[in-house]
Nanobody
């Protein structure tokens, strides 16, 4: 199972971007999935996550501006509105995903860069 993130890019402050995380594999179940980000010189932080048994959660800094879609069987999106320069970071998709061979484990995708200009 692999997580493929896409949709990053350069946008002006106040603009919008939508990130997509595709989960690719033969047989799997998404228990929960979310988005994390890491800005230069900072630690990785949770942005938004959703899934069975965990509900939906947002970081305080993005609440009201970002929306994570309900995870379907193969993907999840993050709609980012009213972007600010401090949203600039590499965004990662991560999920706890079950497969028949490995059970439920945490998996990470590659990052996608979001740059917000002032």
């Amino acid at each position: 199972v692999q997580l493929q993130a896409s949709g990053g890019g350069l946008v002006q402050a106040g603009g919008s971007l939508s990130l997509l995380c595709d989960v690719r594999g033969s047989t799997f179940v998404i228990n929960n999935i979310g988005w994390y980000r890491q800005a230069p010189g900072k630690e990785r932080e949770m942005v938004a996550k959703t899934g069975r048994g965990v509900g939906t959660h947002y970081a305080d800094s993005v609440s009201g501006r970002f929306t994570i879609s309900e995870a379907n069987t193969k993907s999840v999106t993050l709609q980012m509105n009213s972007l600010r320069p401090d949203d600039t970071a590499v965004y990662y998709c991560s999920g706890n995903i079950w497969t028949p061979s490995q059970g439920s484990i945490d998996r990470w995708g590659q990052g996608t860069l979001v740059t917000v200009s002032s």
